[in-house]
């Protein structure tokens, strides 16, 4: 059983694909080919801004967005402790400050409360400027951006949506991509859009913004190729895996974006009595990055882990340690949060096998096991 099935997805849509492959091969216009801004232009209109930036990847992504804000040192930029590290990463990278804030245990995602608090005590120090928030819809997830957007007026932040993980997610008739000033996503392969290589896309309504990011990603390029305005980065999709995205954005609107909701739902259904399962707010929808259970303890994740493999079932911790727990960040300002509930789900959290193809036959097995591993009633 494959954790996430890429070489499925790949059979079924293996015609269009070689085709459009083939078809880069042929003009050999392998940097900025057509088939980047076509994709562009799909993409904005899929999520529903006026600019969609592509680049190298999803990190980049996130440096993009922060060099066109001028964030750096001096900044104080918030960050979830539960997350990939690039959410954090990128801003160390740029010489701004991470300031990590805990995350709600039913959804995984930035707590507002905590946020607040890490604000407020930032602010009340005295050395950085509270100036953004990278708020991450964690395993596909939106966060809770009716409450974000207030803290961010209120304290005229800026939100950076990393959404590397939760392109297709939804929540009041918006699509992730839309919901910060600026927004990301990642095409790393595993991701719920994924290409066949590094990828990543930047999105915003702001012209002005959109027009530095185009110069950021292309050494900070001015009229022209050889026209150089500002030190930028060289971060450019290549035109094969736009070529991809293509394909893959077709089966995801059709039905691959359906088929994971309809196999995550399955998963709740039959294992909500055994184990925590995530929990879809009222009017949110999901992209299914992950499905992402939470043991009763450690002792009963590990095993339960060690129990799958034993049966040939893959299984992921994403992720055993929070940001301030990182080596990487060792001795950082901890602005008085305690990351309770990050460091809990750390230590209790699994990610099952999932995709739009997982077959009906994996999915049972996956089930059974944890019912029985986790003494349920048949
Ligand atoms: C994957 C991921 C990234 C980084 O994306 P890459 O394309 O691998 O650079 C950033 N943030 C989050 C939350 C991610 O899951």
């Not at 991809?244 to 089966?251: E, P, R, S, T």
Request: glycine share 8%; proline share 4%; charged share 25%.
């Amino acid at each position: 059983m494959q954790f996430r099935d890429l070489k499925k997805q790949y059979q079924v849509l293996k015609k269009p694909m070689d085709e459009a492959i083939s078809k880069v091969l042929e003009a050999s216009n392998y940097i900025s080919g057509t088939q980047v801004a076509e994709l562009e232009e799909k993409l904005a209109a899929y999520v529903g801004v006026k600019h969609c930036i592509t680049c190298g990847n999803g990190t980049d992504a996130l440096t993009l967005a922060l060099m066109t804000w001028g964030i750096g040192e001096g900044d104080a930029v918030f960050v979830p402790d539960f997350t990939f590290f690039s959410s954090a990463e990128t801003v160390a990278y740029e010489g701004a400050t991470p300031v990590f804030v805990d995350v709600l245990e039913d959804t995984f995602n930035m707590d507002p409360d905590s946020l607040e608090r890490a604000v407020k005590a930032v602010l009340a120090e005295g050395k950085l400027t509270p100036k953004v928030m990278v708020v991450v819809d964690l395993f596909g997830l939106p966060a809770d951006y009716d409450r974000l957007q207030k803290i961010a007026d209120q304290y005229g932040m800026y939100i950076l949506e990393d959404g590397a993980q939760g392109f297709g997610g939804a929540c009041k008739g918006r699509r992730v991509g839309s919901f910060g000033d600026i927004s990301t996503t990642s095409f790393f392969p595993a991701k719920p859009l994924g290409c066949y290589g590094d990828g990543g896309a930047v999105f915003t309504d702001n012209d002005e913004w959109a027009a530095l990011l185009k110069s950021y990603r292309i050494h900070g390029k001015g009229t022209g190729k050889y026209d150089n305005v500002r030190i930028g980065m060289n971060s450019r999709l290549d035109t094969i895996q736009a070529a991809i995205l293509q394909v893959k954005l077709q089966a995801f609107e059709e039905y691959e974006l359906e088929d994971v909701n309809r196999v995550a739902a399955v998963y709740t259904e039959q294992l909500k009595d055994c184990v925590k399962v995530p929990e879809i707010p009222e009017g949110y929808l999901s992209g299914w990055a992950q499905y992402s259970i939470l043991l009763k303890d450690k002792e009963a994740r590990d095993s339960l882990q060690a129990y799958l493999k034993e049966q040939d079932v893959p299984s992921m911790i994403y992720y055993p340690k929070g940001m301030h727990q990182q080596t990487a960040f060792a001795g950082c300002e901890l602005y008085g949060e305690t990351f309770k509930v990050s460091e809990d789900i750390c230590g209790r959290v699994l990610a099952l096998p999932l995709s739009p193809y997982l077959t009906e036959e994996d999915q049972q097995k996956v089930i059974r096991l944890i019912r029985e591993k986790t003494g349920a009633k048949a």
